[in-house]
Each structure stands twice: as structure tokens, then as C-alpha cells.
């Protein structure tokens, strides 16, 4: 399994942006799959997830901005969306996707309790700045 991350950019503060991240190689659907950041010098945090069975979770610190989505409905890919709104300049890092595969269809709460993705994207860089 692939994963590709696209849609990052500078954007103001109070802008949107929305991330997408196509996982190719036949990526199972009940997956978790998640979205995490990290800004410069500090840790990776996870920032939302969505489970096998389309529920999702999300930090507290972007609960009620962030809108996190997939589409199954092309053959042999998943593409997962970070729809991103009300952007501040504590949202500025490196976005990555990332998928672990799953015996279940999971909730997304059950895949933001996970420590470990098996997959992982490259990245996308968020910058929000006025």
C-alpha cells in the first residue's frame, strides 16, 4: 500500500485548506486510517482518524475546524480527506496520512487509541501565516 499526500499551502489565518491522501496497492477498506502532524521541533500528534466503519475522531485541538472523510469508491484505491477550516497559526506543520491494517471495521475512536500505523505518507507541508 501507497500512501500520497497533496493539497497543503500557505493560507491566513481563518482560511481553509483541504488535504488529500490517495492510498493505492489495493488498501483493504476497513483500514484506520488517520491524519497526523508535526510542527518543527516538536512531536508528531495525531490530528483526526476514521475508522472501517466510517466513524471518525478528532484531537481536541481541531474539534469543530477539521472535517476528516474517505471515498471507497474507486477500485483498488482510498482517497482520505482533511477538510480544513478556521486555520490558525498553531495549525502551521507537516501533514502526514497514514493506514494500518485491520481484521475488523473498526471506529475511528478504536484507531486514535492505536500506537502504531504500518503506512505512511510523505507529507504535506500547512502553513497558516498573515
Known amino acids: 500500500v501507497q500512501l500520497q499526500e497533496s493539497g497543503g499551502g500557505s493560507v491566513q489565518p481563518g482560511g481553509s485548506l483541504r488535504l488529500s491522501c490517495a492510498a493505492s496497492?489495493?488498501?483493504?477498506?476497513?483500514?484506520?486510517m488517520a491524519w497526523f502532524r508535526q510542527a518543527e521541533g516538536k512531536e508528531r500528534e495525531g490530528v483526526a482518524t476514521?475508522?472501517?466503519?466510517?466513524?471518525?475522531?478528532?484531537?481536541d485541538s481541531v474539534k469543530g475546524r477539521f472535517i476528516i472523510s474517505k471515498d471507497n469508491a474507486q477500485d483498488a484505491q482510498i482517497t482520505m480527506y482533511l477538510q480544513m477550516n478556521s486555520l490558525k497559526p498553531e495549525d502551521t506543520a507537516m501533514y502526514y496520512c497514514?493506514?494500518?491494517?485491520?481484521?475488523?471495521?473498526?471506529?475511528?475512536?478504536?484507531?486514535?487509541?492505536?500506537?502504531?500505523?504500518?503506512?505512511w505518507g510523505q507529507g504535506t507541508q500547512v502553513t497558516v501565516s498573515s
Open positions: 497514514a493506514a494500518e491494517p485491520e481484521a475488523d471495521y473498526h471506529t475511528g475512536g478504536y484507531c486514535y487509541s492505536k500506537s502504531e500505523f504500518k503506512y
Open positions: 496497492g489495493s488498501p483493504a477498506r476497513d483500514f484506520c
Open positions: 476514521i475508522g472501517g466503519d466510517g466513524s471518525t475522531h478528532y484531537a
